[in-house]
Every structure is written in C-alpha cells, then in structure tokens.
C-alpha cells in the first residue's frame, strides 16, 4: 500500500501536474505525474536519486533562463 506524504498540483496551459511525494514498503520516492488530453504519463524518481534529479534539474533551469535573458525579444512587425 503507498502512503501520500507530500503533494502539489499544478495546472499549465491544458496539462494537469501532479507532484507526489510517497512510500511504500520498498522505500519512498516522487511520482510526478501529467494528464493531458485524457491520457496520462508518470516519471518515478527513487528517494535514492532525488539530490542527482534536483541537481540537473536546477542545472538545466539555469541554462534555459540564460538563454532566455540572452535572446532578444522578436520586434513586432506590421503589414
């Protein structure tokens, strides 16, 4: 039986996030978890692997804004 410690939700654009935190008897870990369009897709991180899991994903996050802040905006133009 999993037991839900910790969760979060997040709606973006026409996806469903959902962030849990949870245990089983073979250990904790995160489900993080998307529905969309009626279909559903889940990615588990063992608690094992959550230092590594945050570390890239705060290393990626970090080069998208930097190539965010460095491309300029598009110039709008009119017809």
Known sequence: MENVIASKEVQVERKHL???FRENERGRFL???ETAHGHRNAVIIPSTGLADFTSALAAV???ANKATSATPAPTPTTA
């Open 18 to 20: 959902s962030i849990e």
């Open 61 to 63: 996050l970090n080069l």
């Open 31 to 33: 489900r993080i978890t």
